[in-house]
């Protein structure tokens, strides 16, 4: 069975950082790409971040880039956002979520419908 199980949400003042996992098991790590979407209240869910399992390529929203940082460890079957320099507008719920393939393709990463699996989500807050 699959399961995507984050961590790491919780609240923090603007100008700080968390940094997100998304505990991975029940599937062949090397054949997805992760992506990283987050929800805020009566928003529709927006695409962040994604890396490629396979490849550890990455690509990010322009409201986040620069911003945060994801990466991946293969040993703990665990991915990973580092968000930096948070700002009241990135409070939200943030989701993990896989779907199959190898290569981070930009014009894919958006589309919710793509993405196979997804976790239940950790809440970050960010106040000013």
């Known amino acids: 069975q699959v399961q995507l199980v984050e961590s790491g949400g919780g609240l923090v003042q603007a100008g700080g950082s968390l940094r997100l996992s998304c505990a991975v098991s029940?599937?062949?790590?090397?054949?997805?790409?992760m992506g990283w979407f987050r929800q805020a209240p009566e928003k529709e869910r927006e695409f962040v971040a994604a890396?490629?399992?396979?490849?550890?390529?990455?690509y990010y929203a322009d409201s986040v880039k620069g911003r945060f940082a994801s990466s991946r460890d293969n040993a703990k079957n665990t991915v990973y956002l580092q968000m930096n320099n948070l700002k009241p507008e990135d409070t939200a719920v943030y989701h993990c979520?896989?779907?199959?393939?190898?290569?981070?393709?930009?014009?894919?990463?958006?589309?919710?419908?793509?993405?196979?699996?997804w976790g239940q989500g950790t809440q970050v807050t960010v106040s000013s």
């Open positions: 979520a896989a779907k199959s393939g190898h290569a981070v393709v930009p014009g894919t990463l958006a589309d919710v419908n793509r993405y196979d699996y």
């Open positions: 029940g599937v062949t790590f090397g054949s997805y790409v």
């Open positions: 890396i490629s399992w396979s490849y550890g390529t990455t």
